[in-house]
């Protein structure tokens, strides 16, 4: 019983760390999420990864998976190859990262 209840508190004190944008998207699965609900995702951010044919959230998590859930390389393509800045880079895998322990 003991162990439960500081696990739920562990989790209630991350909770309190995470930005809104962030809670809010691991409130729920991803369904059909457009790509800017992920945090880290900026407007011209989405709008790039739209025309490499990452539309929804869903797509984006699929290309981490791919990277096995590593955060560097996710980061890597993400600034080399879609225009993403360093801060955009770590949140966007940070938030893909917690959903992932989050739902699967």
Same mark, same amino acid.
């Given at each position: 019983?003991?162990k439960v209840a500081a696990s739920r508190l562990r989790s ?8 809104? *944008?962030? *809670?809010?998207?691991l409130s729920e699965p991803i369904g059909e999420k457009d ?6 995702i900026s407007h011209e951010l989405a709008i790039n990864l ?25 980061? *890597? ?28």
């Amino acid at each position: 019983m003991e162990k439960v209840a500081a696990s739920r508190l562990r989790s209630h004190q991350k909770m309190d760390h995470m930005s809104p *944008r962030l *809670r809010a998207f691991l409130s729920e699965p991803i369904g059909e999420k457009d790509v800017g609900w992920v945090d880290g995702i900026s407007h011209e951010l989405a709008i790039n990864l739209v025309a490499k044919g990452f539309n929804k959230a869903y797509t984006l998590l699929g290309q981490f998976l791919l990277m096995h859930k590593n955060e560097a390389e996710f980061q *890597r393509w993400l600034i080399c190859c879609c225009g993403a800045t360093e801060c955009e880079a770590q949140e966007s895998s940070n938030c893909l990262k917690e959903w992932c322990s989050c739902f699967l």
